[in-house]
């Protein structure tokens, strides 16, 4: 059964015909880990996040039975400080050695946190892929990792981390204006994902989803700081009401897949009832 296994990743075995193709000097960057699995008795392979190449994924021999070489550094949310060497024909990495710079203990110790950090790894995953450099994202996702860190989790914390990724990836909904036809907005719109964000009266379509303008206005400006800020922001309940709920379903038009952390976050901290359409909005 291990034979098997290893013949599919049989990688360091194969002789290398002209070395120059393969760059084999050693690398190294900061990095944040995403996931590992196991593999056979004792290896790992490895997801991480680094801010100049984007997402790596490595090979870590060994790691699951001695922790002299890796230590406790590839635990996912832990920000690590790596040295890989490429393999030749293979995307699959060699870590070499893992510094571990912050194993953020805290966020280990919080449920709402915890899932908020596997929430937030698995979007990048999802958006970004591999390959090209994001170090945009990286700061995003380290701040909010810290924060959570401190912090534990919160509504704020999924509602900044979906609305930074959307306009991190170049998919941010219209807000403030009709999507449809770019007019002005009245104080009750109405907002579809698949449309592409707000819609006047006259552009609203079935099954739209009723916001007040008030919210909106309060999703565009937490849109507007910097996207590697979480700390001092304080939302209403109208605002989280009728806002979380639109930024989910955004984030959704875009993903390729299901995200399976979502299902635990959403049992921990269900999203806000949306607004019954005869509600008259509310001011958060
Ligand atoms: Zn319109």
Known sequence: MFS???????????????????????????????????????DRIVTFFTPEQGLLKGFARGARKSRKRFGAALEPFSGVRLIWRQRPNSSLLNLQEAEL?????????????LALAAYGCELVTALFGEGGAHPEVYAMLKSLLD???????????????????LRLSG?????????????????QVHFSAEQGGSLCPVCRVPGARPV????????????????????????GATTLGEGAPLCTAALDA????????????????PLPAAPRPSDGGGHS
Do not use: W
């Open 4 to 42: 098997k296994k290893l013949h599919v990743f049989s990688l360091e075995n194969i002789t290398i015909l002209n070395p120059d193709r393969f760059p084999m000097h050693p690398q190294k960057s900061d990095a944040i880990i995403l996931q590992h699995i196991d593999y056979g008795e004792s």
């Open 254 to 269: 875009q993903l390729p897949r299901r995200i399976k952390s979502r299902e635990f976050l959403d049992r921990l901290e």
């Open 212 to 235: 007040s303008l008030a919210t909106l206005g309060s999703l565009a400006r937490c849109r507007e700081t910097p996207a590697d800020r979480f700390a001092g922001f304080h939302l």
């Open 147 to 165: 924060q959570l860190d401190v912090d534990g989790g919160c509504a704020e914390y999924r509602l900044l981390l979906e609305l930074r990724l």
């Open 101 to 113: 710079l912050d194993l953020r203990d805290g966020l280990r110790r919080d449920l709402k946190a």
């Open 171 to 187: 998919h941010e909904p219209h807000l403030l204006h009709c999507a449809v036809c770019g007019g002005a907005l009245p104080e």
